[in-house]
């Protein structure tokens, strides 16, 4: 008889009964379905269907390609017991089997599991209960988790002092009668065996208990071949203390080997703790960040000034801010003035002028005036959480590259226990006299050698401290993969407005004709679009404000739209707008005043004529700034063999002025928004990898569509959902910056996967005796131990050298004074003082 299941599935995107429709028919196009009920109100499916022909994961999946998605859930998993890249295969391989689990990252480096899930079908409670089953020890919570990674570090410290000293007294032991100072007692064989027992037992317990825990669940792994090489010493040896008679009835010598035991277990708890410490540090950044946030707000409740916790603000609280103290919330600020040091954010080194109605960032430090801000996101609705969240989810992620690691650690340890079989084999069989000791040390050498360690460390290491270091310049990486792709970009399209320059209009030229003063001319200008919306009238009226100058109220106002102005004003007659707007109401333009319009285009800026009873009196010339350091972004970018292009919607002339400016020699210009993506889409059919950089607001397809999208300017949206990279200020600089972090971090992932891959096929034939033939060398197993902890060791300790990590091609953000592209109001004119009126 047949068993069908049923399941239910949250499904996000539907908003009509159309959508109803069309998950219905995706679903029930797929074999093995028998049933779909697909409702609208509380936006689920149940399906029911055989398990034999389809699972969840099928039913998903489709559910995905028709356009809509299914609700699911992400949580990062701290979990205690994991040595080495077998131990991460062995826990995706047990997640994977569960239905509801989407996707699944096990990150050695962190201790975590990043898991996405659907709860309906997989509650948490199973997934830990399934982690439980494998071997390991899901931690509940972030704090029980530090915590425990200090009683840890503790431990080991213990174990490994305990085994240290001693071993040193077994190994002086064991050199016997070659020193005169050790005792007689010290080489007796039985207090060798008292001494070294603990060691084995106690010290390298978790090796033992590792290695069964592993047994039980039909794996091998690291504590596999640590706990069979050193029993094997351990065990040889006490056979040799005890029943002597045994060897000597096969014709061997006694000899013992607890020196050898006691010596791996110390060096190998050495190498632990060592990098474990180092691993320690690899997660500095994301401490950094959460110590950030203060603990408590001064909060005005009931007319009066209150220090709380700042877990109690709420939005919309007046939160009160002193000189010096953090800004416990994001907000807005309503009453005061103050400079605000956002570095810690935003990596910008200059403070930030703040006034009433500008937003300010939790964390940063106000740091001259007192200030009220209205409290807007709180608790983890707050930038810094938010970006917590975002560097945690990008260090639990994978990088492509580290499948080449999983793939190999699946068969590691058992190509490696097979390789040590065989060097027993082959040493006892062919090997010189003592041949049963040859083949016995070289069998612990090889076990003890190898290193599946660095391998499953090579690259979790190196995203952490990459991404970690990239938060702290104000640029976040969302995952491994981003991180990866990045560092292969050779094209680079900057979206024009918002990114390449300013995104507001502002006044930069002001031609007077006819003996109209400037200040008259803005005067008229203002006046009469003083009750415009458009970004050319909001622009002439901000500028006459700050020169302040006194507007009138226009006794008409009308606009025609795409042309310009009509106002009046104490009943004179203004008109503003273009070249086509003065030719349609008849208004001649004398010859100098249209050339010096046509140069001012040129130059990339909106000239603007005003004319009073029909006689133009002047020309306003607007221009969007390009923002500082564009020019050296762009110049950077080519040293690093990098295409620039720019896309914009603006016209061609206006384009490649702006382009000019910055240097950049490939322009698409006229694209509209809509057609942003396939301008990309154009660019990787000629072979390139392209990162696109925009705001994320009219350019999110194309971001989308980049290989890497990198939003600029986010503010506190920083899950801009196109952005791959997301930088939280508007310092191009960045662009630059997390290219090169990421070239970086891929060389570094590079190197510790040369070593670790170097190491072991190196070492482990060298273990195994292949040199004793031609040099007579063969390698102790205490050497072997020695060689196996460097190697993990080394490898983190490589990755954290990324912390170090300073842009090579750009000039530190400290020594680059801010340069202004555009000149300012009023630099640009020039008036005949004798005929102003």
Same mark, same amino acid.
């Given at each position: 008889?047949?068993?069908?299941?049923?399941? %239910?599935?949250?499904?996000?995107?539907?908003?009509?009964?159309?959508?109803?429709?069309?998950?219905?028919?995706?679903?029930?196009?797929?074999?093995?379905?028998?049933?779909?009920?697909?409702?609208?109100?509380?936006?689920?499916?149940?399906?029911?269907?055989?398990?034999?022909?389809?699972?969840?994961?099928?039913?998903?999946?489709?559910?995905?390609?028709?356009?809509?998605?299914?609700?699911?859930?992400?949580?990062?998993?701290?979990?205690?017991?994991?040595?080495?890249?077998?131990?991460?295969?062995?826990?995706?391989?047990?997640?994977? /089997?569960?239905?509801?689990?989407?996707?699944?990252?096990?990150?050695?480096?962190?201790?975590?599991?990043?898991? *996405?899930?659907?709860?309906?079908?997989?509650?948490?409670? %199973?997934?830990?209960?399934?982690?439980?089953?494998?071997?390991?020890?899901?931690?509940?919570?972030?704090?029980?988790?530090?915590?425990?990674?200090?009683?840890?570090?503790?431990?080991?410290?213990?174990?490994?002092?305990?085994?240290?000293?001693?071993?040193?007294?077994?190994?002086?032991?064991?050199?016997?009668?070659?020193?005169?100072?050790?005792?007689?007692?010290?080489?007796?064989?039985?207090?060798?065996?008292?001494?070294?027992?603990?060691?084995?037992?106690?010290?390298?317990?978790?090796?033992?208990?590792?290695?069964?825990?592993?047994?039980?669940?039909?794996?091998?792994?690291?504590?596999?071949?640590?706990?069979?090489?050193?029993?094997?010493?351990?065990?040889?040896?006490?056979?040799?203390?005890?029943?002597?008679?045994?060897?000597?009835?096969?014709?061997?010598?006694?000899?013992?080997?607890?020196?050898?035991?006691?010596?791996?277990?110390?060096?190998?708890?050495?190498?632990?703790?060592?990098?474990?410490?180092?691993?320690?540090?690899?997660?500095?950044?994301?401490?950094?960040?959460?110590?950030?946030?203060?603990?408590?707000?001064?909060?005005?409740?009931?007319? *009066?000034?209150?220090?709380?916790?700042?877990?109690?603000?709420?939005?919309?609280?007046?939160?009160?801010?002193?000189?010096? /103290?953090?800004?416990?919330?994001?907000?807005?600020?309503?009453?005061?003035?103050?400079?605000?040091?956002?570095?810690?954010?935003?990596?910008?080194?200059?403070?930030?002028?703040?006034?009433?109605?500008?937003?300010?960032?939790?964390?940063?430090?106000?740091?001259?005036?007192?200030?009220?801000?209205?409290?807007?996101?709180?608790?983890?609705?707050?930038?810094?959480?938010?970006?917590?969240?975002?560097?945690?989810?990008?260090?639990?992620?994978?990088?492509?590259?580290?499948?080449?690691?999983?793939?190999?650690?699946?068969?590691?340890?058992?190509?490696?226990?097979?390789?040590?079989?065989?060097?027993?084999?082959?040493?006892?069989?062919?090997?010189?006299?003592?041949?049963?000791?040859?083949?016995?040390?070289?069998?612990?050498?090889?076990?003890?050698?190898?290193?599946?360690?660095?391998?499953?460390?090579?690259?979790?290491?190196?995203?952490?401290?990459?991404?970690?270091?990239?938060?702290?310049?104000?640029?976040?990486?969302?995952?491994?993969?981003?991180?990866?792709?990045?560092?292969?970009?050779?094209?680079?399209?900057?979206?024009?407005?918002?990114?390449?320059?300013?995104?507001?209009? *502002?006044?930069?030229?002001?031609?007077?004709?006819?003996?109209?003063?400037?200040?008259?001319?803005?005067?008229?200008?203002?006046?009469?679009?003083?009750?415009? *919306?458009?970004?050319?009238?909001?622009?002439?009226?901000?500028?006459?404000?700050?020169?302040?100058?006194?507007?009138?109220?226009?006794?008409?106002?009308?606009?025609?739209?795409?042309?310009?102005?009509?106002?009046?004003?104490?009943?004179?007659?203004?008109?503003?707008?273009?070249?086509?707007?003065?030719?349609?109401?008849?208004?001649?333009?004398?010859?100098?005043?249209?050339?010096?319009?046509?140069?001012?285009?040129?130059?990339?800026?909106?000239?603007?004529?005003?004319?009073?009873?029909?006689?133009?009196?002047?020309?306003?010339?607007?221009?969007?700034?390009?923002?500082?350091?564009?020019?050296?972004?762009?110049?950077?970018?080519?040293?690093?063999?990098?295409?620039?292009?720019?896309?914009?919607?603006?016209?061609?002339?206006?384009?490649?002025?702006?382009?000019?400016?910055?240097?950049?020699?490939?322009?698409?210009?006229?694209?509209?928004?809509?057609?942003?993506?396939?301008?990309?889409?154009?660019?990787?059919?000629?072979?390139?990898?392209?990162?696109?950089?925009?705001?994320?607001?009219?350019?999110?397809?194309?971001?989308?569509?980049?290989?890497?999208?990198?939003?600029?300017?986010?503010?506190?949206?920083?899950?801009?959902?196109?952005?791959?990279?997301?930088?939280?200020?508007?310092?191009?600089?960045?662009?630059?910056?997390?290219?090169?972090?990421?070239?970086?971090?891929?060389?570094?992932?590079?190197?510790?996967?040369?070593?670790?891959?170097?190491?072991?096929?190196?070492?482990?034939?060298?273990?195994?005796?292949?040199?004793?033939?031609?040099?007579?060398?063969?390698?102790?197993?205490?050497?072997?131990?020695?060689?196996?902890?460097?190697?993990?060791?080394?490898?983190?300790?490589?990755?954290?050298?990324?912390?170090?990590?300073?842009?090579?091609?750009?000039?530190?953000?400290?020594?680059?004074?801010?340069?202004?592209?555009?000149?300012?109001?009023?630099?640009?004119?020039?008036?005949?003082?004798?005929?102003?009126?």
């Amino acid at each position: 008889m047949m068993r069908w299941k049923r399941v %239910e599935l949250p499904i996000t995107g539907m908003s009509c009964a159309s959508c109803v429709n069309a998950v219905e028919s995706c679903i029930k196009g797929l074999d093995g379905v028998l049933e779909v009920n697909v409702n609208l109100a509380t936006q689920r499916a149940t399906v029911t269907f055989d398990p034999e022909k389809i699972t969840p994961k099928n039913i998903i999946k489709a559910i995905k390609e028709t356009g809509y998605d299914v609700g699911t859930q992400k949580v990062s998993i701290p979990i205690q017991g994991m040595h080495c890249a077998s131990c991460v295969e062995a826990i995706e391989s047990a997640l994977r /089997e569960l239905e509801g689990v989407i996707h699944v990252d096990v990150n050695l480096a962190a201790e975590k599991a990043s898991v *996405e899930f659907i709860p309906e079908i997989t509650p948490l409670l %199973e997934i830990k209960s399934k982690i439980k089953d494998a071997g390991y020890t899901p931690i509940e919570v972030e704090k029980e988790y530090e915590d425990l990674e200090k009683r840890e570090i503790q431990d080991l410290k213990r174990r490994f002092i305990f085994s240290a000293v001693v071993g040193a007294i077994v190994f002086a032991g064991s050199m016997g009668s070659q020193s005169l100072w050790i005792p007689d007692i010290l080489t007796n064989w039985v207090t060798l065996f008292i001494l070294t027992t603990p060691v084995q037992l106690w010290a390298g317990w978790q090796f033992y208990k590792g290695a069964w825990s592993a047994l039980k669940h039909s794996r091998a792994d690291m504590n596999t071949l640590i706990a069979l090489g050193t029993t094997a010493a351990y065990l040889y040896s006490v056979i040799a203390t005890f029943f002597p008679g045994f060897f000597k009835s096969e014709s061997l010598r006694p000899a013992v080997y607890y020196d050898t035991s006691a010596m791996i277990i110390s060096l190998i708890l050495l190498g632990r703790l060592l990098e474990k410490r180092a691993r320690s540090q690899t997660g500095e950044a994301i401490r950094k960040l959460i110590s950030l946030q203060p603990k408590t707000a001064r909060v005005i409740r009931d007319g *009066e000034e209150k220090d709380i916790p700042v877990e109690e603000v709420k939005v919309g609280d007046i939160v009160v801010v002193r000189p010096g /103290e953090k800004i416990p919330v994001d907000g807005i600020v309503i009453e005061g003035h103050s400079s605000v040091d956002e570095s810690m954010i935003t990596g910008e080194p200059i403070p930030s002028e703040k006034k009433p109605g500008d937003r300010v960032i939790g964390a940063t430090i106000n740091t001259t005036g007192t200030f009220k801000l209205k409290a807007t996101n709180v608790g983890e609705e707050t930038l810094l959480s938010q970006i917590v969240k975002l560097v945690e989810e990008a260090q639990s992620s994978k990088a492509p590259i580290q499948r080449i690691a999983d793939k190999i650690a699946a068969y590691f340890v058992p190509v490696v226990i097979g390789i040590a079989v065989l060097t027993f084999v082959v040493w006892s069989s062919f090997g010189p006299e003592p041949a049963f000791t040859h083949a016995l040390l070289n069998f612990i050498a090889v076990l003890i050698i190898a290193c599946p360690c660095a391998l499953g460390l090579a690259t979790p290491t190196a995203v952490i401290v990459g991404t970690g270091k990239g938060a702290e310049n104000g640029i976040l990486i969302k995952s491994g993969k981003a991180l990866e792709t990045a560092q292969r970009i050779t094209t680079v399209v900057f979206d024009k407005t918002g990114t390449l320059t300013q995104g507001k209009l *502002e006044v930069t030229d002001i031609i007077p004709n006819g003996g109209f003063s400037r200040e008259k001319i803005l005067a008229l200008s203002a006046s009469a679009e003083k009750s415009s *919306e458009h970004p050319i009238g909001k622009a002439i009226v901000e500028a006459a404000k700050e020169e302040g100058i006194p507007l009138e109220e226009p006794d008409s106002f009308s606009i025609e739209p795409g042309g310009g102005v009509h106002a009046t004003i104490k009943g004179v007659r203004v008109l503003i707008g273009s070249k086509k707007f003065m030719d349609s109401g008849r208004i001649d333009i004398a010859e100098e005043l249209g050339y010096r319009a046509g140069e001012l285009a040129e130059e990339g800026k909106t000239p603007v004529f005003i004319a009073v009873e029909g006689k133009v009196i002047g020309i306003l010339a607007l221009s969007d700034r390009v923002k500082p350091y564009c020019r050296e972004v762009v110049e950077a970018l080519k040293r690093l063999n990098i295409e620039v292009v720019m896309i914009t919607g603006d016209n061609t002339r206006t384009a490649k002025a702006i382009a000019r400016q910055v240097g950049i020699e490939r322009i698409l210009a006229e694209v509209k928004p809509q057609e942003k993506a396939n301008e990309i889409r154009r660019l990787q059919s000629e072979g390139k990898v392209v990162a696109m950089v925009g705001d994320g607001i009219n350019d999110a397809p194309a971001l989308a569509q980049a290989d890497i999208g990198i939003a600029i300017g986010a503010g506190t949206d920083i899950a801009v959902e196109a952005g791959d990279i997301v930088l939280i200020g508007n310092d191009l600089r960045g662009v630059v910056t997390a290219i090169e972090l990421s070239r970086e971090t891929m060389r570094t992932i590079k190197q510790n996967f040369f070593w670790a891959f170097f190491y072991n096929a190196l070492l482990i034939p060298v273990a195994a005796g292949v040199l004793y033939p031609f040099t007579g060398i063969l390698l102790n197993p205490v050497f072997a131990a020695g060689a196996m902890a460097l190697s993990s060791v080394s490898v983190v300790t490589n990755s954290l050298r990324l912390k170090r990590f300073k842009p090579k091609t750009l000039i530190p953000k400290e020594t680059v004074p801010y340069r202004q592209e555009q000149p300012l109001l009023g630099k640009n004119v020039t008036t005949n003082p004798s005929k102003q009126q």
